[in-house]
């Protein structure tokens, strides 16, 4: 079983940054691969950012290249989300998610390729 605990959400303004993390409890935290997912009101769940067991492959959704950053650190069981010139369109509840780290390449943006969430933090751009 993996326990998932994401905070760093907030109220920002357009062009601010934060960084959220999401904290695991479990044996082995390289078996996982970490993704993020948000959700906006009255929208479906949607991928942010994948990073492998290992850090050394990561995907990005199209909408937040160039500003988000995942990055993992394996000895605390931790990963985090980098989000820099922040818009109001990145509002959403953030989600952290973990799935086998066999994943397929063409699972990791869907919410199918993950077998654990956490409760999701909350982040506010104001315009």
């Known amino acids: 079983q993996v326990q998932l605990v994401e905070s760093g959400g907030g109220l920002v303004q357009a062009g601010d940054s934060l960084r959220l993390a999401c904290a695991a409890s479990?044996?082995?935290?390289?078996?996982?691969?970490m993704a993020w997912f948000r959700q906006a009101p009255g929208m479906e769940r949607e991928f942010v950012a994948h990073i492998s067991w290992s850090g050394a492959t990561k995907y990005y959704a199209d909408s937040v290249k160039g500003r988000f950053t995942r990055s993992r650190d394996n000895a605390k069981s931790t990963v985090h989300l980098q989000m820099n010139s922040l818009k109001p369109e990145d509002t959403a509840v953030y989600y952290c998610a973990a799935g086998s780290a066999l994943i397929q390449p063409i699972m990791v943006n869907t919410t199918r390729g993950y077998d654990y969430w956490g409760q999701g933090t909350q982040v506010t751009v104001s315009s």
């Open positions: 479990v044996h082995t935290f390289s078996n996982y691969a």
